[in-house]
């Protein structure tokens, strides 16, 4: 495994190649923004499979347009240079890929105007996020981020110290992940992930009014439980005391996968397993990742 190389400004470079400023914007005020995409690999065909990759950029420059990040390529050109990079650091085992866009430019202020507008895209391998396949969570006291006040929709670097802050407060008193609260008390979601209920036969999860960043797994997940399972999604407001009477709760995005949540604020969800509902989903989620669903081969773009 070697992952040294990476897209600077658009060509592949060794890692040591590239360095950022202490005096840079994106260093001193979090001017940037990222994704995370990832690339599935398939022991059982010797193949690596970039997941959605073309949506994830498809946000990339979505994000760089509201943030005034001036990146000059379009979807295509990012999603081939990736797979290129990913082949380059002969990756073979389930990687992540990260590709941040950010003002590199130099002096006090924290301006969007700077026209030193940069991207850096690396790899590093990822398995399982968390380490554990059901989670024991809690509510955390900040409250998530509004769209007119730093739009968590952007995947801003600067909004991922709510995030942090929110882990931190969780993560210190033994929970394995933190669930944000709207300013109106609706139930938002993780640190980094997507939060789904399912009560009374019907899958529900928050609109993107209450906030949330619209998960290319979320979007993934409703269409698979449409789909495949014949379910009913809604996307509504949900409370507080509706998210500890689910029958079910779990999980989704990019790093967090699809993962069953069997406890909040250490009230047991359902009865205190992994329900059926989110294994059936996250089966499903898995097949059409590794390339195993010809249903779905288009959201996987090969590397070999
Ligand atoms: C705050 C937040 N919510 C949700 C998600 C899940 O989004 P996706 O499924 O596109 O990875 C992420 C991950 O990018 C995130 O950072």
């Not at 990012?78 to 430019?105: D, F, M, Q």
């Not at 850096?120 to 996020?129: A, D, K, N």
């Not at 329900?275 to 590794?290: A, M, P, R, Y």
């Amino acid at each position: 495994m070697n992952n040294s190389y990476v897209i600077y400004n658009g060509k592949i470079v060794p890692e040591s190649e590239v360095s950022i400023s202490i005096r840079s914007k994106v260093f001193n005020y979090g001017l940037g923004c990222f994704e995370g995409i990832r690339a599935y690999y398939s022991e059982r065909e010797d193949q690596l499979y970039a997941f959605r990759i073309d949506d994830h950029y498809k946000r990339l420059l979505q994000s760089c347009k509201a943030l005034n990040i001036n990146i000059p390529y379009t979807v295509e050109e990012l999603s081939s240079l990736t797979l290129e990079l990913l082949k380059k650091n002969n990756c073979k085992t389930t990687t992540y890929i990260r590709p941040v866009a950010y003002k590199g430019g130099e002096g006090i202020g924290p301006t969007l105007l700077d026209d030193d507008n940069r991207l850096v895209i690396y790899t590093q391998p990822l398995g399982s996020y968390t380490g554990k396949t059901e989670l024991s969570v809690a509510v955390t006291s900040w409250q998530r981020l509004e769209d007119n006040m730093l739009p968590p929709r952007t995947k801003a670097t600067a909004a991922y110290l709510n995030s942090a802050l929110a882990s931190l407060e969780v993560k210190s008193k033994g929970y394995d992940e933190a669930i944000f609260l709207t300013n109106n008390g609706h139930i938002c979601e993780g640190p980094g992930e997507n939060l789904f209920i399912f009560k009374k036969g019907k899958l529900i999860t928050p609109p993107p009014s209450d906030n949330i960043l619209e998960g290319i797994t979320r979007e993934t997940v409703m269409e698979l439980a449409e789909k495949e399972l014949g379910l009913t999604v809604v996307e509504r407001s949900i409370s507080r005391n509706e998210l500890y009477a689910s029958d079910e709760v779990f999980f989704s995005g990019t790093a967090m996968e699809v993962t069953p949540v069997i406890s909040v604020d250490d009230r047991v969800i359902g009865d205190g397993k992994a329900g059926e509902v989110s294994n059936k989903i996250k089966d499903l989620f898995f097949d059409i990742t590794t390339g195993k669903n010809p249903k779905y081969a288009d959201y996987c773009r090969p590397v070999y």
